[in-house]
């Protein structure tokens, strides 16, 4: 039951069927298989313990698959619900197959609050789970409600237990970075701690998974669910490690240095003669920053990024940028021929950022409006084209890029 800070690249998480206290609340498709799977198979086992018809069993299954939701969904309104009293902006819980999670605006802005938002979860579950089991002890045996308090609290002990795990991306990997990071003062080194740990889970999960089948404690059909489990949280674990690395990062982030430059070419120009033009200006560039790394005495010269290719219409102003891989994709002896519009996108249908926007602004931009060009703008005046290689590059550095 993670909570993530932003969405996945600007996709919606799933189908929104209404809200609760006012979060939206999605259904991933994925639901759906965990629903089937639990009405056919809870509901024939329910059948037989109870003695009902195969109708009756499936109808008791499809009851489970609604409480259980219930369940997870009161699991992630406590996250939602205490991160909205610290005042962290929630934009949604998403239901799917292997639970749910919280998208939140930002992060928690002290240890404390990341602790009290991360534990909220797993408390609702184990109070859940202390009512059901209640409530198994005070009813019949062998009826519907006994049957499904039974399974409601095995299930929300269970979930208890195993979010409170100290490793990313479950709750207890989030405390666990909490109180590393209020000792250590560095949130980013304890997500990354908080991320091995989550690994080292995985590992055991899947160890542990192979031993209880081994001796005919789980069977094969439990197998592909619980595999899943720790391959989710090896995924969600890497994916914390990573976004820790390059959060570090972020503070380096200039897009007056970043961003390339621009040079302006009429619309209509012949390809092959505006990327002549573009080979100039970038070598103008490159040996104007020699020159003036020398005369500062410094023997290191700093690579310039490449030249963008900006088209401007009748009146000098900009109208297009011309994308460097469809420009590349243009065989040579087109290039006469074929104008720079062909091979252009408006900049209307460019995002925007002003140079002077910071590195987490600039990553929560490309995030909520993924591309492969923003447009750099000075005030009305647009002074650089940022490439989202050229971002990837100076954010992880050491993972391989296409260019």
Do not use: C
């Not at 391959?231 to 240095?257: C, E, K, N, Y």
Request: charged content about 15%; glycine content about 8%.
């Amino acid at each position: 039951m993670e909570q993530r800070r932003r969405p996945r690249a600007g996709r919606r998480p799933g189908m929104q069927v209404g809200r609760v206290f006012g979060v939206p609340l999605y259904l991933n498709a994925s639901i759906l298989l965990l629903a089937l799977l639990i009405i056919f198979l809870y509901g024939e086992l329910a059948g037989q313990r109870l003695q009902l018809s195969p109708l009756g069993g499936y109808l008791v299954g499809a009851g489970f698959v609604v409480a259980l939701l219930g369940s997870v969904l009161a699991h992630e309104l406590g996250h939602a619900l205490t991160a909205r009293h610290f005042g962290i902006g929630v934009r949604g819980i998403t239901l799917e197959l292997l639970g749910g999670y919280t998208e939140m605006d930002r992060d928690a802005p002290s240890p404390r609050v990341d602790l009290l938002v991360s534990l909220a979860g797993p408390a609702v579950s184990a109070v859940l789970g202390a009512v059901a089991v209640a409530a198994t002890l005070a009813l019949p045996d062998r009826t519907v409600a006994d049957q499904l308090a039974f399974q409601l609290a095995a299930s929300n002990v269970i979930v208890a237990l195993f979010n409170i795990l100290p490793g990313l991306p479950l709750d207890g990997g989030r405390a666990l970075r909490a109180v590393i990071w209020a000792l250590t003062r560095d949130r980013h080194r304890a997500t990354e701690v908080a991320g091995w740990a989550g690994r080292v889970l995985a590992v055991a999960t899947a160890l542990l998974v192979a031993a209880l089948y081994a001796i005919d404690v789980l069977s094969l059909l439990a197998l592909p669910l619980t595999a899943l489990v720790a391959l989710t949280l090896w995924h969600g674990a890497g994916q914390s490690i990573r976004m820790a690395r390059i959060a570090r990062r972020l503070p380096l982030v200039d897009l007056a240095s970043l961003a390339r430059p621009v040079h302006a070419v009429p619309s209509g120009t012949p390809l092959a003669e505006a990327m002549r033009q573009v080979a100039d200006a970038a070598a103008g560039h490159q040996a104007a920053d020699t020159t003036a790394t020398n005369q500062a005495g410094d023997a290191t010269t700093r690579a310039q990024p490449p030249v963008a290719l900006l088209v401007t219409d009748s009146a000098g102003r900009p109208v297009a940028v011309v994308d460097p891989a469809a420009a590349a994709a243009v065989p040579a002896a087109r290039r006469p021929w074929l104008g720079v519009d062909a091979v252009a996108r408006s900049i209307a249908d460019l995002p925007k950022l002003s140079v002077a926007t910071d590195g987490e602004r600039v990553l929560e931009t490309v995030q909520a409006h993924p591309g492969a060009q923003y447009v750099v703008t000075a005030g009305e005046d647009v002074v650089g084209v940022l490439h989202i290689a050229d971002l990837a590059q100076l954010l992880e550095p050491h993972r391989k890029m296409n260019t």
